[in-house]
Structure formats: structure tokens, C-alpha cells
């Protein structure tokens, strides 16, 4: 599953732009570039799937939109949400016992503050059925 949300660009006057995800309501931002204007959705995106996990709210899964510009948080918000989404509703001690660690330990995977290894990344795929892909872009 590739973490990427659709936002959408749009023009504002009298100068700049203006930026809003379909998929999460509360996260908007704005840029007088359009360069700009993809960073700071970057880290909009980052911060608002950071506080709907710190709240225990729902993730929605990322949308396809014609058009749209598809926006990937950061790497940490990226591993939390994949680590959430993959889940599903299974609780996090069935998580643990898949890894053979701690409730705490298998908690952490889905807490953006938290930097996990890859090793832990890579055993969290495998315990959830699915395969650890990197990529550069």
C-alpha cells in the first residue's frame, strides 16, 4: 500500500495558492508557490495523521482523484499509518505475540515520534502478511 493523499491545488487571488485533502478535512494549507505549497502540504498531512493517531481516530485509506496531486507524509507518519492501516482491526497484543515482544514494543510501531528500525519494519510486514518495499523519490 503506497501512502500518498490527493490534494488539491487550487489558485487564490490575488496571488498564491491554496491547498485542501478530500480524504482528511483538516488539513489545509496554502503557498505563494507551487513549490511551496507542496511542502508545507507535506508537513500539514504529517502533522494532522500524527494527531488523529496520538487521539485513536480513524485513518482513512488514501483516495484516487483525477487530477489531484498525490502528497506522501514523512517517513515516521508514513510507517505509523501503514502499520495502523495494515492492522486493520486486529489488537495490537495479536500484533505483539506475531513479533514475540512486548505490547508497548508493538505499540511504538504505530506512534509517529517513534523511529523504527527496519529490521522491526521488515517483522511487522512478515507478521502482517505483507512485504517491505523501499523506495527514493
Not at 490575488?14 to 502540504?41: H, M, W
Not at 480513524?58 to 495494515?86: E, Y
Request: charge should be positive; glycine fraction near 4%.
Amino acid at each position: 500500500m503506497n501512502i500518498r493523499y490527493p490534494a488539491i491545488i487550487k489558485s487564490q487571488k490575488p496571488s498564491g495558492y491554496f491547498v485542501r485533502f478530500p480524504d482528511i478535512k483538516e488539513a489545509i494549507t496554502q503557498g505563494e508557490t507551487i513549490d511551496e505549497c507542496l511542502f508545507n502540504a507535506a508537513e500539514v498531512l504529517s502533522l494532522v495523521l500524527d494527531h488523529r493517531i496520538a487521539e485513536g481516530r480513524p485513518i482513512p485509506k488514501p483516495s484516487r482523484i483525477k487530477g489531484a496531486r498525490m502528497i506522501a507524509p514523512d517517513a515516521k507518519t508514513q510507517a505509523a499509518v501503514l502499520i495502523r492501516l495494515m492492522r486493520g482491526d486486529r489488537p495490537v497484543s495479536e500484533l505483539a505475540r506475531a513479533l514475540e515482544t512486548s505490547w508497548p514494543s508493538a505499540q511504538r510501531l504505530e506512534d509517529p515520534k517513534h523511529w523504527p528500525s527496519l529490521r522491526q519494519l521488515e517483522k511487522a510486514a512478515t507478521a502482517l502478511g505483507k512485504r517491505l518495499v523501499l523506495s527514493f523519490e
